[in-house]
């Protein structure tokens, strides 16, 4: 079982920068892969970023690409986003998610995900 508490939401203007925080207790946290996932009103839930259980492999949107990096601190059962140049189109609550996959990969999809965290919003005004 893994519980997974985000953070670091906000408001921010264009161009800025936050970091979000994904706490988790449990264990078996180095076991989980992570990833983000973001829903703007109105929209369908869509993935983000993704980072294996090791933190050797990391996948992300094309939306994202350049200006978030996601990483994690096994020894702290943490996993991070650095958001940098956000955009309005930014603007969404944002989900922590864990799951198991095969090997040392991740995915995409919201559906191979077990837990999720409650989300934290992030506001992005132009």
């Known amino acids: 079982q893994v519980q997974l508490v985000e953070s670091g939401g906000g408001l921010v203007q264009a161009g800025g920068s936050l970091r979000l925080s994904c706490a988790a207790s449990?264990?078996?946290?180095?076991?989980?892969?992570v990833g983000w996932f973001r829903q703007a009103p109105g929209k369908e839930r869509e993935f983000v970023a993704a980072?294996?259980?090791?933190?050797?492999?990391?996948y992300y949107a094309d939306s994202v690409k350049g200006r978030f990096t996601i990483s994690r601190d096994n020894a702290n059962n943490t996993g991070y986003l650095q958001m940098n140049n956000l955009k309005p189109e930014d603007s969404a609550v944002y989900y922590c998610?864990?799951?198991?996959?095969?090997?040392?990969?991740?995915?995409?999809?919201?559906?191979?995900?077990?837990?999720w965290g409650q989300g934290t919003r992030v506001t992005v005004s132009s």
């Open positions: 998610a864990a799951g198991r996959f095969f090997g040392d990969s991740a995915s995409d999809h919201s559906a191979g995900y077990d837990y």
């Open positions: 449990g264990r078996t946290f180095s076991s989980y892969a």
């Open positions: 980072v294996t259980w090791s933190g050797r492999n990391t």
